[in-house]
């Protein structure tokens, strides 16, 4: 068989990070794919191993605007797949309108599903996006051959949108690179932490509204106001909720003592600052799955956690879960990891515990046995002739 993949709209972030880790650890000879063919913009396929199975497909029109890549999606993807003599569609950006099938959709953004989340964006162009995406997600959804999840709570949050679907439905969890797997450190005593050597809390995410880094500022802010030696390191590109948090840095620190703002930070260098760090915090009310989440808990880090969305699948027993939107909860979460070391010895040992669960290779393994059924499932169908 012989695999498609559009890329089309897979640009930065987090889909990028799947389709490299993905192709990286596939073996997709063992699964009855001779060959898979990824259409995609220059640096996306910039990113993706070279592999004697692989074929990258660069079109200019990828480069440009989202506009010109839906018509491309629209108007040429179809009938590139099918030249190519594509057996299944794999398409991981989540909205399609080519027609192609069979087609394999991914769902990788619950916000567009999650109106209570979507709505903090209040009168905007990115309300109106996630609006959007929300009717060509469920569309694609609806029409095509299978759906891939990426955790139970996706499923659940998606279907109640979307109703039943006709096609398969599976649920894959992403991996997590073995660079960022180190073992629990021996945990400080409490007074251990002082002015000179504080604990160290480390919050990795972009800036964005359902992403509430301003409430951790606050709660470290109170932890201080309280006599505790606490620092907060935030890295993360500023998205929507910079404004915010600029807002609360200059009221509560705004000789910048205390929370230091790293902005982004490469992925290739993520887990150096896993490596400096005494707690990790994790405050997102919005995950299809939580990939930082389970990079911190891989990195051997007692995890004070959000308690909405995936978070409890992922982490389970394994953090001190908190409200993300009340800084008081969030501080009572931190001092309560800060004030017993055996307490974080135990939920970091249970986090890397769990997090070796979640492994590139499982996830390719998984995604390719489940395209190849899919694939073995449809003959040629007429439809992908006209």
């Not at 840095?249 to 600052?273: C, M, N, S, W």
């Not at 909405?308 to 009572?332: C, H, K, N, T």
């Not at 974080?344 to 998984?366: L, P």
Request: charged fraction near 25%; hydrophobic fraction near 40%.
């Amino acid at each position: 068989m012989i695999l498609g993949v559009d890329a089309s709209n897979i640009r930065a972030g987090g889909g990028v990070t799947h389709l490299v880790e993905l192709l990286k650890a596939a073996d997709p000879m063992s699964h009855g794919f001779k060959k898979v063919i990824v259409w995609g913009n220059e640096k996306t396929l910039e990113k993706i191993h070279e592999k004697t199975w692989l074929y990258k497909l660069h079109d200019p029109m990828l480069d440009r605007i989202l506009p010109i890549r839906i018509y491309w999606q629209r108007f040429r993807l179809k009938a590139l797949a099918r030249d190519a003599g594509c057996d299944v569609l794999l398409i991981p950006g989540g909205s399609d309108s080519s027609g192609f099938k069979p087609a394999v959709a991914m769902s990788r953004n619950l916000l567009p599903f999650e109106w209570r989340e979507s709505r903090r964006y209040g009168l905007s162009w990115m309300t109106l996006k996630l609006q959007l995406l929300r009717i060509t997600q469920t569309r694609t959804f609806r029409r095509a051959s299978a759906v891939i999840f990426i955790t139970e709570h996706a499923r659940e949050v998606v279907l109640r949108v979307t109703g039943t679907l006709k096609g398969r439905t599976t649920t894959i969890y992403h991996g997590i690179d073995t660079r960022f797997f180190t073992s629990p450190r021996p945990q400080r005593a409490a007074e251990a932490f002082t002015q000179s050597d504080p604990c160290r809390i480390l919050y990795v995410s972009i800036v964005d509204v359902y992403k509430h880094q301003w409430h951790v500022a606050e709660a470290v802010a109170c932890l201080r106001a309280a006599g505790f030696h606490v620092v907060l390191d935030l890295v993360g590109p500023p998205a929507y909720g910079m404004a915010k948090l600029k807002d609360v840095l200059k009221r509560v620190d705004p000789e910048g003592e205390f929370i230091t703002y790293r902005g982004a930070v490469p992925h290739a260098q993520l887990h150096e600052h896993y490596k400096a760090a005494d707690i990790g915090v994790f405050a997102s009310s919005c995950e299809a799955f939580g990939q930082i989440l389970t990079e911190a808990m891989s990195a051997g880090l007692p995890m004070a956690c959000s308690n909405r969305s995936a978070m409890r699948e992922l982490l389970a027993d394994a953090g001190v879960y908190f409200d993300p939107e009340s800084p008081d909860d969030i501080a009572q979460a931190i001092q309560c990891l800060m004030q017993s070391p055996d307490l974080r010895m135990q939920k970091a040992q249970a986090a890397f515990t769990r997090a070796s669960n979640f492994s590139w290779e499982r996830c390719s393994r998984e995604t390719f046995q489940f395209l190849a059924e899919v694939g073995g499932q449809h003959s040629p169908n007429s439809e992908n002739k006209n």
